[in-house]
């Protein structure tokens, strides 16, 4: 089992970055893929991104590609998600998620552990 705790999260001008952060408990932090999730108010929970096991193979949801990085330290059990040139519909709480798999996935029912989430408040 994994335990998962996001931060980061605050308010930014649109054009402006923010670093996300998802600290992972547990020894076996390496044998999950990673994911973040987001969703807004009135909005389904979408995929934004996802690591694999290694860190050798991300994915991201093609309205994040070129914006989002994500990354994963398997020494330190975390996983980041490096946001550029953010917009406004950017702006959702977003969830850091684990799943026993190789690959990240993007459905979010791949995922069987979640953090509580940080917010992303991204003004015009």
């Known amino acids: 089992q994994v335990q998962l705790v996001e931060s980061g999260g605050g308010l930014v001008q649109a054009g402006g970055s923010l670093r996300l952060s998802c600290a992972a408990s547990?020894?076996?932090?390496?044998?999950?893929?990673m994911g973040w999730f987001r969703q807004a108010p009135g909005k389904e929970r979408e995929f934004v991104a996802a690591?694999?096991?290694?860190?050798?193979?991300?994915n991201y949801a093609d309205s994040v590609k070129g914006r989002f990085t994500i990354s994963r330290d398997n020494a330190k059990n975390t996983v980041n998600l490096q946001m550029i040139s953010l917009k406004p519909e950017d702006t959702a709480i977003y969830y850091c998620?684990?799943?026993?798999?190789?690959?990240?996935?993007?459905?979010?029912?791949?995922?069987?552990?979640w953090g509580q989430g940080t917010q992303v408040t991204v003004s015009s």
């Open positions: 998620a684990a799943a026993d798999l190789m690959f990240g996935r993007v459905a979010a029912s791949e995922y069987a552990y």
């Open positions: 690591v694999s096991r290694s860190g050798g193979t991300t």
């Open positions: 547990g020894r076996t932090f390496s044998r999950y893929a």
